[in-house]
Structure formats: C-alpha cells, structure tokens
C-alpha cells in the first residue's frame, strides 16, 4: 500500500516536471523566435553598426543616389564634414560602389570601399540595395572592423527592412515618377532615369497608387 502511494507521487511529480520543462522550453522558443523575426529598421540598424567598435565615428545609411536617409555620427563626436562638403561626400561614394560593381562578374561582389585620410577612415559597404558608409578613427584596424561588420549584417541579414522613408524627393521627381509609371515605363527604366533604388520607386509607386484610390 505504501508503495503504491509512493509510485504514485513519483508519477505526478514526473509528470509535472516535464510538463514545467516543456513549459519554460517553449517559452524560451518563442523568445527566440519574437528576437529572430522582428524587424530592424534602417536607423536601429545604423545605431546599431556605431556599437560594434569604439573607433566608428558615424554610421549611416544612403542611397545609390548619395542620398542619406538614416544614421548619424556618435554623440560628442566632432563633425568634420558639413553641409554640401557632406553631401558631395555621400554622392561620391555611392557613385564609386555603383562603377565598382560593374566588375562584379570579373571580380566577385565588392566587399568595400576604403577612403584613408590622416583623420579618419571612410568606409562603403554595400548592403542589399543600399550603401552603409562608415566613418572611424584613422588608427582603426580596416580588415578586422569590415569583417566585424560583415558578420553582424549577415546576422541580422533576414530581419533588415531598411527602406528609405517616400519623401526623399520633391514634387517635381515625385510628379515625373508617377508621369513615367502611368506612361507604361517599367520600374527599373523609372529607376534608372530618375536616379533611385528599385525599392524606393516601388515604394513611391505603391504609395502614390493608394493616392489616386482614395482620391477617386
């Protein structure tokens, strides 16, 4: 009889053991599964490539136009470039990776482009259909920080969104964008002839849709 009683308890402290683990394992499971399926929007993502190394000055994110639409320098940071001096800055880097990578074929995908100044270090990474620009102090270790930054991108690669916000352009680009689309041209032509990423001109074509819709 005791015996039985005993067999008993062993049996349900058993049972709700494992039911407690299987409990707590799922738990953890969904925790995992809410952290690898949310998304990084591009200036968490930029905020994000500033901790990787105390050396990186900025971080930002631009377009294939020149355009920067997130990120920003390291509070407390000295800014050397300013005004059209950083805009110019912006656009020749993108300009560099987009005739760097018409040698893709022949050379493989370009990993970076590297501006080395006696104050800083200028980094372009291509990133999906974007350019991350870098800047560092100029004592940076280049390769140990590209590949420290190269594997945090192909982390998170999954769970990037880093489309640019639609009003990144006037209303006259705005106003050719939707002349063009309603004219038959392809999204690619409007890209090209209007100097924007594929992304952002489905983007502004979606959006410019909706629009009329709700216009009508």
């Known amino acids: 009889m005791q015996l039985t009683k005993l067999l008993r308890s062993y049996i349900l402290?058993?049972?709700?053991?494992?039911?407690?683990?299987?409990?707590?394992?799922?738990?953890?499971?969904d925790v995992i599964n809410d952290s690898q399926t949310n998304e990084i929007k591009a200036e968490e993502f930029s905020r994000n490539i500033v901790t990787l190394d105390p050396a990186i000055r900025f971080a930002g994110l631009i377009e294939r136009s020149g355009y920067l639409f997130a990120g920003g320098l390291k509070q407390g940071t000295d800014q050397y470039l300013k005004g059209s001096s950083a805009d110019l800055s912006f656009s020749q880097s993108a300009q560099i990776v987009l005739l760097r990578e018409h040698f893709s074929q022949e050379l493989g995908n370009l990993k970076y482009v590297l501006y080395n100044h006696d104050k800083v270090k200028l980094f372009s990474i291509p990133v999906k259909h974007h350019i991350l620009a870098i800047s560092t102090n100029s004592s940076v270790d280049s390769e140990d920080l590209v590949d420290r930054v190269i594997k945090y991108i192909k982390s998170v690669e999954h769970r990037l969104s880093l489309h640019p916000p639609t009003n990144i352009i006037n209303k006259e680009k705005t106003d050719t964008?939707?002349?063009?689309?309603?004219?038959?041209?392809?999204?690619?032509?409007?890209?090209d002839q209007l100097d924007l990423d594929l992304n952002t001109v489905k983007m502004l074509i979606n959006e410019a849709t909706h629009i009329n819709i709700e216009n009508k």
């Open 13 to 29: 402290i058993r049972e709700f053991t494992i039911n407690d683990i299987a409990l707590r394992e799922g738990q953890k499971t």
């Open 177 to 191: 964008l939707r002349n063009l689309y309603e004219s038959g041209f392809e999204e690619e032509v409007i890209a």
